[in-house]
């Protein structure tokens, strides 16, 4: 009897792990989820992924294309740093250098990419993104993929927040993050303030700017278009971290956009770099300030306009602001170090928790309510998340599919590749009632935030080709002209194999300016120019003009040739650049073109084969 | 001679003029390199149209290259419009015997016209794939002739040969012209 009832439990413990193991939490069951995961994100060879993600560079300066859900690397937009892979302000002389020269640095710290809207939805016109570092806003057009301005906003450091102004991006609103002395540090001692920028999406003048004390992080505007959402730290104005901390509240910030219309129309605005600057103390109603938990971060409005929220960063609570009354409705509690909320479109709020590691969906309508089941799910991501952003979450048409979380530590994710580690993106699948973690992808650094946008958006929009610019160099109008005793004018063509001219000669510290056109008519035909010793790399798309000056270096022979792998006879792509010392008084290209019709042996070098 | 006869000979005029405004020939490239995106060429009374830029940028490297004149097409509105001419004519002059003369000699002429050209056409296409420059880089792709109709492997494309809008209204009025010419009195 006893044997037997032994036997019976043994038994019975083994079907118990045996039917386990079949149907869920062994071998089977994790197969299974893998290969589900791995059909939502395969996008095979020659398909194109749903999404075009557009993730910002951090201390790249840049802005990072990513398909999504594949997560492949499609495009890397150099903004504010050069990059000679793509030709991009290398050259001292070229003018994006000179620009970014002229407005700072030739490097930038970019945050936030914040994408043209039409009707509260991305239209595929432009992006706009922050340089942190130098106070600057570039913009990129959406038709190239390539910045296309940069300025730099007057009275403003550490320009942080940068949002559109829903629905039809009337402003471009920047965020200044290092308080600055109002007068500029023309008298001392003078208080510091920030400045909340305007700019014209189409111009980028900044057209006024409003002060508000402490530090303005993180920006989002109201879904009408009425208010400019900030959140700001440090209203103590501390200026050092030690006395952060005094006050019991910090707040968002609601400046309303067309009483600052009005102001400025009314002259109440003081003229600072030649910007309109705005006190809120002399424009009553201007600004708002929403008292929430100390040192918030994220500011996001949900799709429906209904609400703003703010995660609390240091306090384990976001709070849920109505966005026509400016009053708190609720402050849930959602886990430890909430920084940012994104949204699907079924009512739900994700929100990234920095210290848990962890992205939280919780309903919104049941944490206004009050009810204490708000929480839906949480998920953990790899390791400490920043940004995180579902697809259309900023617009007023989420698509409630992907999330991505934008993870600062990457630790032990990826194969290991020296002490500076790369940073991790996980994209999740939101489109149930559970998260399900889907895929990860490296990238340098350092995105902070992304935004997705539909593939159908741009469809149509994106040339392949440029069209033919006013200083193009065409066929046959090839020339080499001297212009001065020290300028020699270059115009040049390039097409499948060869530069016209073959060769040019100039003189030692002659300023040469080139003017170069390739003349490709068909799609991905890119040709490069590189020059030996002379810090260039060109990178010619079809039907693209470059215009650069350079000076003339030692005397010498210098071949420029073709950077981008480009047909069969590539690397006999391949011209001449004949430096003559300054004084020389002998024309030697056509000496040297002579020389070498027929090639040319030199006597103790041995050659093989014979002419055709 | 009945209405529809004559309907018929009209037809087959206006189609032949009509090929004078239309690409008689074309050329359709196809290679990995230009994915649903095919090199098409055109040729109509005035010339080569089409994809001429990137065809002629590709060129160089087997040494190909377009004929430089082509006196044929100069030429080419003179038979047309005869032939056109003696449709209509045809079509005028009734039910008599020497009328059903003409309209079998006009079928007949444009079938000459026909294979005439057809045999100029080849002998072009010939020429691109024979008398090519010795000195070019790409010596691997062996002489070739694109046959009249249909595909040839050039290197890495495929060549189709095909008779155009203009070359199809040709071959229309061909066979329109020999169905007006078979008809009997009535």
Same mark, same amino acid.
């Given at each position: 009897?006893?044997?037997?009832?032994?036997?019976?439990?043994?038994?019975?413990?083994?079907?118990?792990?045996?039917?386990?193991?079949?149907?869920?939490?062994?071998?089977?069951?994790?197969?299974?989820?893998?290969?589900?995961?791995?059909?939502?994100?395969?996008?095979?060879?020659?398909?194109?992924?749903?999404?075009?993600?557009?993730?910002?560079?951090?201390?790249?300066?840049?802005?990072?294309?990513?398909?999504?859900?594949?997560?492949?690397?499609?495009?890397?937009?150099?903004?504010?740093?050069?990059?000679?892979?793509?030709?991009?302000?290398?050259?001292?002389?070229?003018?994006?250098?000179?620009?970014?020269?002229?407005?700072?640095?030739?490097?930038?710290?970019?945050?936030?990419?914040?994408?043209?809207?039409?009707?509260?939805?991305?239209?595929?016109?432009?992006?706009?993104?922050?340089?942190?570092?130098?106070?600057?806003?570039?913009?990129?057009?959406?038709?190239?993929?390539?910045?296309?301005?940069?300025?730099?906003?007057?009275?403003?450091?550490?320009?942080?927040?940068?949002?559109?102004?829903?629905?039809?991006?009337?402003?471009?609103?920047?965020?200044?993050?290092?308080?600055?002395?109002?007068?500029?540090?023309?008298?001392?001692?003078?208080?510091?303030?920030?400045?909340?920028?305007?700019?014209?999406?189409?111009?980028?003048?900044?057209?006024?700017?409003?002060?508000?004390?402490?530090?303005?992080?993180?920006?989002?505007?109201?879904?009408?278009?009425?208010?400019?959402?900030?959140?700001?730290?440090?209203?103590?104005?501390?200026?050092?971290?030690?006395?952060?901390?005094?006050?019991?509240?910090?707040?968002?910030?609601?400046?309303?956009?067309?009483?600052?219309?009005?102001?400025?129309?009314?002259?109440?605005?003081?003229?600072?770099?030649?910007?309109?600057?705005?006190?809120?103390?002399?424009?009553?109603?201007?600004?708002?300030?929403?008292?929430?938990?100390?040192?918030?971060?994220?500011?996001?409005?949900?799709?429906?306009?209904?609400?703003?929220?703010?995660?609390?960063?240091?306090?384990?609570?976001?709070?849920?602001?109505?966005?026509?009354?400016?009053?708190?409705?609720?402050?849930?509690?959602?886990?430890?170090?909430?920084?940012?909320?994104?949204?699907?479109?079924?009512?739900?709020?994700?929100?990234?928790?920095?210290?848990?590691?962890?992205?939280?969906?919780?309903?919104?309508?049941?944490?206004?309510?009050?009810?204490?089941?708000?929480?839906?799910?949480?998920?953990?991501?790899?390791?400490?998340?920043?940004?995180?952003?579902?697809?259309?979450?900023?617009?007023?048409?989420?698509?409630?599919?992907?999330?991505?979380?934008?993870?600062?530590?990457?630790?032990?994710?990826?194969?290991?590749?020296?002490?500076?580690?790369?940073?991790?993106?996980?994209?999740?699948?939101?489109?149930?009632?559970?998260?399900?973690?889907?895929?990860?992808?490296?990238?340098?650094?350092?995105?902070?935030?992304?935004?997705?946008?539909?593939?159908?958006?741009?469809?149509?929009?994106?040339?392949?080709?440029?069209?033919?610019?006013?200083?193009?160099?065409?066929?046959?109008?090839?020339?080499?002209?001297?212009?001065?005793?020290?300028?020699?004018?270059?115009?040049?063509?390039?097409?499948?194999?060869?530069?016209?001219?073959?060769?040019?000669?100039?003189?030692?510290?002659?300023?040469?300016?080139?003017?170069?056109?390739?003349?490709?008519?068909?799609?991905?035909?890119?040709?490069?120019?590189?020059?030996?010793?002379?810090?260039?790399?060109?990178?010619?798309?079809?039907?693209?003009?470059?215009?650069?000056?350079?000076?003339?270096?030692?005397?010498?022979?210098?071949?420029?040739?073709?950077?981008?792998?480009?047909?069969?006879?590539?690397?006999?792509?391949?011209?001449?650049?004949?430096?003559?010392?300054?004084?020389?008084?002998?024309?030697?290209?056509?000496?040297?073109?002579?020389?070498?019709?027929?090639?040319?042996?030199?006597?103790?070098?041995?050659?093989?084969?014979?002419?055709? | 001679?009945?209405?529809?006869?004559?309907?018929?000979?009209?037809?087959?005029?206006?189609?032949?003029?009509?090929?004078?405004?239309?690409?008689?020939?074309?050329?359709?490239?196809?290679?990995?390199?230009?994915?649903?995106?095919?090199?098409?060429?055109?040729?109509?009374?005035?010339?080569?149209?089409?994809?001429?830029?990137?065809?002629?940028?590709?060129?160089?490297?087997?040494?190909?290259?377009?004929?430089?004149?082509?006196?044929?097409?100069?030429?080419?509105?003179?038979? =047309?419009?005869? /032939? !056109? +001419?003696?449709? @209509? %004519? *045809? $079509?005028? &002059?009734?039910?008599?015997?020497?009328?059903?003369?003409?309209?079998?000699?006009?079928?007949?002429?444009?079938?000459?016209?026909?294979?005439?050209?057809?045999?100029?056409?080849?002998?072009?296409?010939?020429?691109?794939?024979?008398?090519?420059?010795?000195?070019?880089?790409?010596?691997?792709?062996?002489?070739?002739?694109?046959?009249?109709?249909?595909?040839?492997?050039?290197?890495?494309?495929?060549?189709?040969?095909?008779?155009?809008?203009?070359? =199809?209204?040709? /071959? !229309? +009025?061909?066979? @329109? %012209? *020999? $169905?007006? &010419?078979?008809?009997?009195?009535?």
């Amino acid at each position: 009897m006893k044997t037997r009832t032994i036997l019976v439990v043994l038994l019975t413990m083994a079907v118990t792990a045996a039917g386990v193991q079949l149907i869920g939490c062994g071998g089977v069951g994790a197969s299974s989820a893998r290969s589900w995961a791995a059909e939502k994100v395969y996008v095979a060879p020659g398909e194109h992924d749903k999404y075009y993600g557009f993730l910002s560079g951090g201390q790249s300066g840049s802005v990072f294309v990513v398909g999504i859900p594949s997560g492949r690397l499609i495009r890397e937009i150099p903004i504010f740093e050069p990059r000679a892979a793509v030709g991009y302000a290398v050259h001292e002389n070229d003018p994006r250098r000179k620009e970014l020269m002229a407005t700072g640095a030739v490097w930038g710290d970019t945050h936030h990419p914040a994408p043209s809207e039409t009707n509260g939805v991305y239209d595929g016109r432009y992006l706009w993104i922050n340089d942190l570092a130098n106070g600057r806003v570039g913009r990129v057009r959406l038709d190239t993929f390539e910045a296309d301005k940069i300025v730099k906003i007057p009275n403003l450091q550490g320009a942080h927040g940068i949002a559109v102004v829903s629905p039809d991006t009337k402003y471009i609103f920047v965020n200044g993050e290092f308080e600055q002395p109002t007068d500029g540090l023309t008298t001392n001692p003078a208080p510091y303030t920030s400045v909340v920028a305007f700019l014209d999406p189409e111009s980028m003048q900044v057209k006024f700017q409003v002060r508000v004390n402490g530090n303005i992080d993180i920006a989002d505007s109201s879904k009408d278009g009425r208010y400019a959402f900030s959140t700001v730290y440090n209203l103590e104005q501390a200026k050092s971290p030690g006395s952060m901390f005094q006050y019991d509240r910090d707040a968002v910030a609601a400046i309303d956009i067309p009483a600052a219309e009005k102001a400025v129309a009314e002259g109440k605005a003081r003229l600072q770099n030649g910007v309109p600057v705005l006190d809120p103390e002399t424009v009553p109603g201007l600004l708002t300030l929403i008292p929430v938990p100390k040192n918030p971060h994220g500011i996001n409005a949900t799709p429906d306009g209904k609400y703003v929220v703010a995660s609390g960063k240091l306090s384990p609570t976001v709070t849920i602001i109505d966005a026509k009354t400016l009053k708190i409705v609720a402050e849930p509690e959602v886990g430890l170090g909430p920084l940012h909320t994104t949204f699907d479109n079924r009512g739900n709020a994700f929100t990234s928790l920095f210290l848990d590691s962890q992205v939280v969906k919780w309903n919104i309508a049941r944490a206004v309510e009050g009810s204490s089941d708000y929480i839906v799910d949480r998920i953990n991501v790899h390791y400490n998340i920043g940004h995180l952003q579902a697809v259309g979450g900023e617009t007023m048409d989420p698509k409630g599919d992907f999330l991505l979380a934008l993870n600062k530590l990457s630790k032990d994710q990826y194969l290991p590749v020296g002490p500076d580690m790369p940073e991790a993106q996980e994209l999740i699948d939101i489109s149930g009632e559970k998260m399900r973690m889907l895929s990860s992808f490296p990238t340098p650094p350092e995105p902070h935030d992304a935004v997705f946008m539909p593939a159908e958006t741009l469809k149509g929009k994106v040339k392949q080709t440029y069209d033919v610019a006013p200083d193009a160099i065409a066929e046959g109008q090839e020339s080499v002209v001297r212009t001065g005793p020290n300028a020699v004018k270059v115009n040049m063509t390039l097409i499948r194999s060869a530069y016209t001219p073959e060769q040019f000669e100039v003189r030692e510290g002659d300023e040469v300016t080139l003017t170069i056109t390739n003349v490709e008519q068909i799609r991905d035909m890119t040709h490069g120019l590189a020059l030996p010793d002379h810090n260039m790399n060109l990178s010619l798309p079809p039907g693209f003009t470059k215009t650069i000056t350079f000076t003339a270096g030692k005397p010498g022979v210098y071949w420029y040739y073709c950077t981008n792998f480009c047909s069969a006879l590539h690397l006999e792509m391949r011209g001449r650049m004949v430096v003559q010392p300054r004084h020389s008084t002998v024309e030697i290209t056509d000496w040297h073109a002579a020389q070498n019709v027929k090639g040319q042996t030199v006597s103790g070098v041995p050659s093989t084969g014979a002419q055709r | 001679m009945t209405a529809r006869v004559r309907l018929v000979l009209v037809a087959a005029a206006a189609l032949t003029l009509t090929s004078l405004a239309l690409p008689l020939w074309g050329v359709r490239m196809d290679a990995p390199q230009y994915p649903d995106e095919p090199l098409v060429l055109r040729i109509d009374r005035h010339g080569i149209s089409g994809d001429v830029h990137e065809v002629q940028t590709l060129q160089h490297y087997i040494g190909v290259r377009f004929p430089e004149q082509m006196p044929e097409l100069t030429w080419l509105p003179v038979p =047309v419009l005869a /032939l !056109a +001419a003696l449709l @209509l %004519a *045809g $079509a005028a &002059a009734g039910g008599g015997s020497g009328a059903r003369v003409l309209r079998v000699a006009t079928a007949a002429l444009f079938v000459l016209f026909l294979i005439a050209s057809a045999a100029i056409v080849q002998k072009r296409l010939y020429d691109v794939g024979h008398h090519r420059d010795p000195r070019a880089p790409i010596r691997s792709v062996k002489a070739f002739t694109p046959p009249l109709v249909g595909p040839a492997k050039v290197g890495n494309f495929t060549v189709w040969s095909f008779p155009h809008a203009g070359g =199809v209204a040709l /071959l !229309a +009025a061909a066979m @329109l %012209a *020999g $169905a007006g &010419a078979r008809r009997r009195t009535a």
